[in-house]
């Protein structure tokens, strides 16, 4: 690592896992947690004392098969398909998707002529929806630090919406970083704290606070980065290349259902992306989709 060594991952002791600072603020009050913000780097991360491996996203009962299709598959179709045009065809190599879920993904990229696919996920329900109805042998189940994969074996490691659960994000980073060849690539997808702070705040507002809405979801995101706060992380954890790139978005909106719903986020990530390079990339409102290669 080249900025800090490792920092204390525990918000609610009051350090920021991305500069170490204790002072900071709430931004936002979800159900009783605070939502922090740094005020020396301006990273956003919540009080609520996370685990470093949370288990818990798909629950312990049976997943509803057809709601995980509607969703994990033909909601996320453009998003991973624009992924794979831009990352993948036209090349070769071994793909790792590392918090795969239910694996729609990895069977996707495993469609993708020339390459071979695996994933990584640490709950056993979706574990055994992919290897049982998707059919998937090349997903495992466990935390990917303890995978024993080969050093340099892949060209591309994907992380969708992962990093923003995780308290302590660098022994993750460092061991991904390890496992890319020369000039392989990883790419991350997560929340952009410069959208969701002002989401949640308006959401509230015009909503009001309703368990069955989304708002920061604060005992679940641990942390929310900003372009800023993301590429600290990555650069001290050996990504010397860091760039922010615009997928298709996921269909629809959180607490939010039908097509217009679907059709104000495809809005607002068209203005997103106009936006992005009108100001030279200094502006960002859009998720944060990184591609980073060591």
């Known amino acids: 690592m080249t900025e800090l060594s490792r920092i204390d991952p525990a918000p609610a002791r009051g350090r920021c ?52 299709e509607r969703f994990w598959n033909g909601q996320h179709a453009r998003m991973y398909d624009d992924f794979i045009r831009r990352f993948l065809v036209g090349r070769r190599g071994r793909l790792l998707d590392v918090g795969c879920g239910l694996g729609y993904f990895v069977k996707r990229a495993a469609a ?19 290897r049982e109805r998707l059919g998937l ?36 980073l460092a061991y ?10 990883l790419c991350m997808h997560t929340p952009n704290a410069v959208v969701q702070v002002p989401k949640a705040r308006l959401t509230r507002r015009l909503r009001g606070m309703r368990p069955d809405l989304h708002y920061l979801e604060a005992r679940d995101h641990i942390n929310i980065y900003k372009v800023s706060t993301l590429r600290r992380v990555l650069q001290r954890n ?11 978005p996921i269909d629809g909106m959180a607490g939010y259902k039908g097509r217009i719903a679907s059709l104000l986020k495809r809005a607002w990530f068209v203005a997103a992306v106009v936006l992005f390079h009108a100001s030279l990339g200094r502006i960002n409102v859009d998720n944060l989709f990184v591609a980073a290669n060591p």
Do not use: K, N
């Open 17 to 68: 896992v991305v500069c170490g600072g204790s002072r900071r603020h709430a931004v936002f009050t979800e159900f009783g947690v605070d939502v922090l913000e740094c005020d020396d780097c301006g990273h956003v991360y919540s009080s609520w004392p996370g685990g470093q491996d949370y288990d818990g996203y798909f629950g312990t009962g049976p997943i509803d098969a057809e709601a995980a």
């Open 112 to 130: 993708v002529p020339g390459w071979e696919a695996f994933g990584y996920e640490i709950s056993p329900q979706a574990v055994a929806f992919a």
């Open 137 to 172: 042998d090349t997903v495992f189940c466990g935390t990917v630090e303890t995978s024993h994969f080969t050093p340099g074996s892949f060209d591309v490691i994907t992380m969708w919406d992962v990093i923003e659960h995780i308290p302590d994000p660098d022994p993750l």
């Open 176 to 185: 991904l970083r390890s496992l890319l060849t020369a000039d392989g690539v």
């Open 238 to 248: 050996g990504f010397r290349r860091v760039r922010f790139i615009h997928l298709s």
